[in-house]
Nanobody, 114 residues
Framework: QVQLVESGGGLVQPGGSLRLSCAAS????????MGWYRQAPGKERELVAI??????NYADSVKGRFTISRDNAKNTVYLQMNRLKPEDTAVYYC?????????WGQGTQVTVSS
């Protein structure tokens, strides 16, 4: 069992930045992948960014604006979000995968509005 706790969401103006954090209860080095998903009202949950070791992949909609990173010593994964747009508004969820099992955080709200 892996517990994930997100933090860092909030209200930001268009063009602004936020950094989300996801603290894991297990060593993230032992996890196959860690990633960030989001779900906007009325829409399905979608992948934002995912990392495995030194490899990272991003949704086309966030490439060049968002960066996923990890601190193995702190068992924490981050999502740096720059040049935020209103369409980035959603609940952001941290995800971890290990041996075919998926784990989710409780989510953190990100609202981009003037």
């Amino acid at each position: 069992q892996v517990q994930l706790v997100e933090s860092g969401g909030g209200l930001v103006q268009p063009g602004g930045s936020l950094r989300l954090s996801c603290a894991a209860s297990a060593s993230i080095s032992s996890l196959d992948t860690m990633g960030w998903y989001r779900q906007a009202p009325g829409k399905e949950r979608e992948l934002v960014a995912i990392t495995s070791g030194s490899i990272a992949n991003y949704a086309d909609s966030v490439k060049g604006r968002f960066t996923i990173s990890r601190d193995n010593a702190k068992n924490t994964v981050y999502l740096q979000m720059n040049r935020l747009k209103p369409e980035d508004t959603a609940v952001y969820y941290c995800n971890a995968q290990r041996l075919g099992y998926y784990y989710w955080g409780q989510g953190t709200q990100v609202t981009v509005s003037s």
